[in-house]
Each structure stands twice: as structure tokens, then as C-alpha cells.
């Protein structure tokens, strides 16, 4: 049953507490420059504030969890929105997550690696740098060359030294002298042989 309340009848206004704003956690972790722009200061902010503890930061990985309650506090207190800030997926790799870097920081880098591949281009057609296979194959060849030569020119030196040092009975100066000379003939040779190969070359294209 009603109760009916006359004109006379005082009413009282109770005033209803009010609900405390619920707080949207979001699990995730972002880099400074993204915690940064989120709440409109510099990076050298968001590094001083975490060096005077205001800000959690992982120093493993250099990244912000923005589920921590003193970093969510501290990202609101300055006007900042949790759930737009840019996260870092950190599943795909346990390396430490590259800087932020704008469109005109990608397109300068990417102009240098393009620069450079044109540099090595040319260098690999003025023939500054060979493949390997044709180094290695050429060294051998350089030492079989001058294992040939020598081999060869040691004969033909014994046979015409060997009398003079008998007759002399001793090694002396110029019979070292006549040694050296035909070692480093060899050498030379050897030299002009593969210096020829590789003038001939034409790197591919």
C-alpha cells in the first residue's frame, strides 16, 4: 500500500554518491617517442620523468607497461590517452624494439642505401672488389704457377751454380745473389700471369 504524502509533508533531497570513474586498463607497452606525443611533451621529458621515478620504465627492453598503476596515473595527470598511445608487440622479438622513426628519417636512410648500392655498383665495374670464387681460384692458381717455375728453375740452377760452388768451395755472396734473383723472377712472373687474368674479367651485370 501507497503511502500518501500530504502538502505539509517535508521531502527530503538525498543526494546519491557518486560513482568513482572506472579506469580502462590497457595491457600492452609503448616506447617513449609514442608516450611522448600521447601526452604532448618531449622525449627528454618522458626520460626525466622516469629517471626521477615518475615513470616505470623496463630497462631490458626500454619500454613503458601501460598497465602499471604510477605510469597510468602519471600518463593522465599530464592530459595523456592510454588507449590511443602505440603499443610495441613484444612477441615478436626479445631484441630491444627500434626508435620511432618519421617518414623523412625513412626516406633519408633509404636515398643513403640506395646511394650506397650505386657506389658498390661502380666500384664492382672499375673492378675494386672481385668475387671470391675468382679470387680463390686465381690464388691457386698463382701458387701452382710459381711451384711450376721454381721447380723448373731449380734444376737449371743447380746444373750451372753447382760447378762454380765446388770450384769455389764455398756459397758465396753471388751465388746467393743468382738464387735470389731467379726466386723472385719466378715471383714476378707468377704475378704477370694472374695480373693478366684479371685485367681480362668482365664482371656480370
Known amino acids: 500500500m501507497n503511502k500518501k504524502i500530504s502538502k505539509n509533508t517535508p521531502i527530503k533531497l538525498i543526494k546519491s554518491p557518486a560513482r568513482a570513474k572506472e579506469k580502462t586498463i590497457i595491457t600492452g607497452y609503448c616506447q617513449a617517442p609514442a608516450l611522448a606525443r600521447a601526452c604532448n611533451i618531449s622525449v627528454q621529458g618522458i626520460t626525466g620523468a622516469t629517471r626521477r621515478g615518475k615513470l616505470i620504465r623496463d630497462e631490458s627492453t626500454l619500454l613503458y607497461d601501460l598497465s602499471d598503476p604510477l605510469n597510468v596515473d602519471w600518463i593522465e595527470s599530464h592530459g595523456g590517452d592510454i588507449s ?8 615478436s622479438s626479445s631484441e630491444k624494439p627500434p626508435t620511432d622513426r618519421t617518414t623523412s628519417e625513412l626516406q633519408k636512410e633509404k636515398l643513403r642505401l640506395q646511394a650506397e648500392k650505386l657506389q658498390l655498383d661502380i666500384d664492382i665495374q672499375r673492378k675494386k672488389y ?5 679470387i680463390l681460384d686465381h690464388l691457386i692458381y698463382f701458387i701452382e704457377k710459381l ?11 743447380v746444373q750451372e751454380i753447382g760447378a762454380s760452388i765446388l770450384e ?5 755472396p753471388i ?22 687474368e684479371v685485367e681480362k674479367y668482365e664482371p656480370k651485370n
Not at 714476378?188 to 693478366?196: C, G, I, L, M, N
Open 130 to 134: 672481385l668475387p671470391t670464387d675468382f
Open 168 to 172: 769455389a768451395g764455398e756459397v758465396q
Open 84 to 91: 590511443q598511445i602505440k603499443t610495441v608487440d613484444t612477441r
Open 147 to 157: 711451384h711450376t717455375i721454381l721447380e723448373r728453375s731449380a734444376a737449371v740452377f
Open 175 to 196: 751465388h746467393i745473389n743468382r738464387f735470389t734473383d731467379m726466386v723472385l723472377k719466378a715471383i714476378h712472373d707468377s704475378k704477370k700471369t694472374v695480373q693478366a
